[in-house]
């Protein structure tokens, strides 16, 4: 902004301004770091002690506008401080390379839509960190000369300066119609840690669907059943959160009609049309919903979490382990942890 307005109103102050601040923005990357963190781990509010992460932010500009430490030392430390900065930055983009790698690049999944989401958000934070490269590598190209090695500049600071306003407008626009990238992992989530059949409670559902139909026999179907939408997702919501019928591991979407006393062609159309879950899905994190009841229910006190796999319908704790990871956002471990310490 500092730069587009200097040379918009050709102001020297500001451009010589503009010129020595530059090259200190790139200790902003600690508030990349910041946001792939607190995206990884659900932060939605402030933790008061990650300011540690900017506190040489205000250093690095207090120096440089007071000179403090070099009154302090009776020596100049733009030298050693250029250096300071430029591995300063190295290592948190090592940081958050090895963040990502961990934590996004080979997050698995067992439910499809949070294969859909984990896939958006890799493809996300991907592109985002080869912004935050580029941004890095056009300062370590404008001011590697002049301040490691104190030779004059040979590119204008301001001369491809409209390339960085359109990577930051493409990655706003990304944002902006993908919202859930600021939500990170519990977007779909719901509060799972207690029974709940509010509607309003989760976003599973859409009762007023937005999907297009081009199927004559499933349009005659939405106009035979539209009445009865809200109180079909109304009793699957319900079971979804008070059930144990998926303990068997050939329970099908047909026996579920059946216990819900509607056509297996309503139960169908619901799913297909008016849920975010495959039936797959849902089964899978009633299952989940089952096993929190048993735990909760003190299951654990002469069971294993593998004979607790097995009891709601798992094949093995391994898929047992991801699918609770998915729908509660904490391990089996983790979870008892957090509910022994209440």
Request: charged residues 15%; hydrophobic residues 45%; glycine residues 2%.
């Amino acid at each position: 902004m500092i730069d587009g307005i200097a040379e918009m109103y050709n102001i020297a102050d500001l451009k010589k301004f503009s010129i020595t601040s530059n090259s200190y923005t790139v200790l902003f990357i600690p508030c990349f770091y910041l946001y792939f963190k607190y995206l990884i781990n659900n932060h939605k509010h402030f933790i008061f002690k990650d300011l540690l992460h900017i506190v040489v932010l205000f250093l690095a500009i207090i120096e440089r506008e007071f000179l403090l430490l070099d009154s302090l030392f009776d020596c100049k430390l733009n030298y050693y401080l250029s250096q300071f900065v430029a591995v300063y930055v190295l290592v948190y983009l090592v940081v958050i390379f090895l963040l990502l790698k961990k934590n996004v690049w080979h997050k698995k999944a067992t439910l499809s839509f949070v294969k859909t989401q984990n896939n958006l958000i890799t493809k996300w934070t991907i592109l985002f960190f080869i912004a935050i490269n580029a941004f890095v590598l056009r300062f370590f190209l404008l001011y590697y000369k002049e301040y490691l090695f104190y030779e004059p500049l040979i590119i204008e600071p301001t001369k491809y300066l409209w390339v960085t306003a359109l990577v930051w407008i493409v990655l706003f626009l990304i944002i902006l119609s993908n919202p859930q990238l600021l939500y990170g992992y519990s977007y779909l989530q719901v509060e799972t840690t207690k029974t709940n059949s509010d509607l309003k409670s989760n976003n599973y559902w859409n009762i007023q669907s937005k999907i297009k139909i081009n199927n004559n026999q499933d349009q005659l179907l939405k106009e035979k059943i539209s009445t009865k939408i809200e109180p079909y997702v109304f009793e699957l919501n319900a079971l979804l959160f008070n059930n144990s019928y998926f303990r068997n591991p050939d329970f099908s979407i047909k026996d579920l009609a059946q216990v819900l006393n509607i056509p297996n062609s309503h139960l169908k159309y619901i799913f297909k049309y008016h849920s975010k879950l495959s039936f797959s899905d849902y089964k899978k994190i009633s299952r989940i919903q089952n096993s929190l009841e048993l735990i909760n229910n003190n299951y654990l006190t002469t069971n294993t979490l593998e004979s607790l796999s097995k009891e709601v319908g798992f094949s093995s704790y391994n898929p047992f382990f991801t699918c609770f990871k998915d729908v509660v956002g904490k391990s089996p471990h983790q979870y008892i942890s957090s509910i022994n310490s209440d």
